[in-house]
């Protein structure tokens, strides 16, 4: 191996320190602690595995954990009506309704009831058009983590060839904007793009969010390139990530491992997100470019 190992634990870690300093002093100033809510409806064990650590995170940084655990069966009046009261709540400054929703429940009708001030996960469309034209929203945690170990890694990124490969609302997308706006030439890859190696082959930048276990080879990487792993796909090997780690490794300048990359950055940027959050909805000012 080559490449530069990236650690996104570590990354997490500070950040998550500097978020929890932030929320000791909004709540000196303001007289509350940011606040986030959770809502799980059902009981996919994943998903309740994912609302604790969440909730533990929330507290460990200095704020409040609102958690709503609602039965699968469930019907969408009562989850609109609960989001609506989130809504109206003024000690939270954030909700997240955790995907995805037992059957017969409309996730995008739920996602779009959320006051886009308070979408701390970025999936309303008035946040994804406020990233797509350049205004302060929020970004989803994802994508908005792998620019932060991007920006730390390779500092500038301006004029840099990227290539994101997926192009979901999740990840691909906004990951793709978010590199747009970073001033570089941004190539967007999905399913029916022919010949991805060529692509590849002028990335400096490379994200795979393909949800395919290995999918990208390592002799498709350009040498030095940064190559930034979203997948999360488990196998009969564990947990392995979108990228054939070990020839990518032995290629690329830098590489996110999985575990220990970018998933430990998403819940980081899910309190950065509910700390802003509390910034904008309570006046008091942060330069959130500096976190
Ligand atoms: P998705 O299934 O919504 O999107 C996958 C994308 O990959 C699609 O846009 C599709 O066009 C593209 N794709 C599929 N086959 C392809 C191919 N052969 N060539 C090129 N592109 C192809 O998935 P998602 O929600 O964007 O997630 C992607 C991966 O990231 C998954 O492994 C998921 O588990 C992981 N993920 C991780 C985190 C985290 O916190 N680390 C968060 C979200 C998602």
């Known amino acids: 191996m080559t490449a530069e190992l990236i ?33 799980l409806v059902g009981e996919d064990p ?14 460990a940084a200095n704020m409040e954990s609102f958690e709503h655990r609602l039965p699968a069966d469930t019907d969408q009046a009562d989850l609109i009506a609960l989001v609506d009261r989130l809504n109206a709540d003024p000690a939270v400054d954030g909700i997240l309704v955790q995907l995805p929703l037992p059957a017969g429940l409309d ?21 994804a058009g406020r990233l797509a034209t350049g205004l302060n929203g929020f970004v989803p945690c994802t994508p908005y983590g792998c620019l ?7 500092g500038d990124l301006s004029g840099l060839n990227a290539v994101v490969i997926g192009r979901s609302n999740i990840v691909g997308k906004p990951m793709a904007a978010l590199l747009t706006a970073e001033n570089c030439t941004v190539t967007i890859a999905h399913s029916r793009t022919r010949n991805l190696p060529h692509h590849l082959a002028h990335a400096d930048i490379v994200v795979a969010a393909v949800g395919r276990a290995k999918f990208v080879q390592g002799d498709w990487v350009k040498p030095g390139a940064t190559v930034i792993d979203v997948g999360i796909n488990r196998t009969d090997d564990g947990l392995v990530g979108d990228v054939d780690f070990e020839s990518a490794a032995s290629v690329a300048g830098a590489i996110t491992p999985v575990p220990g990359g970018v998933g430990p950055m998403t819940i980081a940027c899910l309190l950065r997100n509910t700390l802003v959050a509390a910034h904008r909805r309570a006046g008091v000012a942060l330069d959130a470019d500096a976190i």
């Open 107 to 127: 996730a995008d009708a739920v996602l779009t009831r959320i006051d886009p001030d308070k979408d701390v996960d970025g999936f309303h469309p008035v946040n």
């Open 46 to 59: 994943a998903s309740s595995v994912y609302v604790r650590s969440k909730g533990k995170a929330t507290v």
């Open 7 to 39: 650690d996104g634990k570590a990354a997490a870690q500070r950040l998550r320190a500097r978020v929890g300093d932030l929320a000791t002093r909004f709540a000196e100033d303001a007289g509350r602690k940011p606040g986030l809510a959770v809502v």
């Open 148 to 154: 932060l170990l991007l920006r730390e890694r390779l």
